[in-house]
């Protein structure tokens, strides 16, 4: 199994729709979780940062369940410009990053 | 703007030579940056960890005597592939960690394409 664990997609949404993925992860010593954007052939950005009591920025909801070991991000209203892939990213004890193979979205319009 | 900057962003060598690409934490200092590789649809491999006055720690099937890492400041990593070879045409992603808050920023990317 891996450490890290996005399901690929794509999800293929129209816009304004509501979609969510998820992000498992094996290291119940995880420490610090991150969701990242990445746009084609670009370096990835972060999106936001995971917290244990969970926390919004605008349409972008992300949620960390530590009982089930998995993060999550919640998108409201898709744009087309949200058509990207989105990379978990979680930090380790040991400064060691694990990053999730991502999970690409396609917004139609 | 940036906050971690990488350079070149893109680079095209002959098979044989060797390249360097920089990373700079342009406003903190960073003890440690990190160097991945992406191919096309996949997601990034970090292949080692660079550390500001020590070696660099490998991940295992990484060469180190090929890919070169030098930390010689707080503020930059270099990784140098050396004799290069057609299948080391890859992406390649520095990224560096912001204090407090562990914050991961990652430089732009260095599009290598060996001929």
């Known amino acids: 199994r891996k450490e890290v664990e996005q399901d690929p997609g794509p999800f293929n949404v129209p816009e304004g729709a509501t979609v969510a993925f998820n992000c498992t992860y094996s290291?119940?010593?995880?420490?610090?979780f991150f969701w990242y954007r990445q746009d084609c052939r670009k370096e990835p950005k972060l999106l936001m940062s995971?917290?244990?009591s969970g926390n919004e920025d605008g349409r972008f909801t992300a949620q960390l369940n530590r009982a089930s070991q998995y993060i999550s991000l919640l998108i409201r209203d898709s744009k087309l410009s949200d058509s990207a892939t989105y990379l978990c990213v979680i930090y380790n004890a040991g400064n060691m990053l694990t990053f999730g193979g991502g999970t690409r979205l396609m917004v139609k319009p | 703007g940036a906050v971690v900057s990488q350079h070149p962003s893109r680079v095209i060598c002959k098979s044989g030579t060797s390249v360097k690409i920089e990373c700079r934490s342009l406003d903190f200092q960073a003890t440690t940056m990190f160097w991945y590789r992406q191919f096309p649809k996949q997601s990034l491999m970090l292949m080692a960890t660079s550390n500001e006055g020590s070696k660099a720690t490998y991940e295992q099937g990484v060469e180190k005597d090929k890919f070169l890492i030098n930390h010689a400041s707080l503020t930059l990593s270099t990784l140098t592939v050396t004799s290069a070879h057609p299948e080391d045409s890859s992406f390649y992603i520095c990224s560096a960690n912001r204090e407090p808050g562990n914050t991961i920023y990652f430089g732009e990317g260095s599009w290598l394409t060996v001929v």
């Open positions: 290291n119940s010593a995880s420490q610090s």
């Open positions: 995971v917290y244990s």
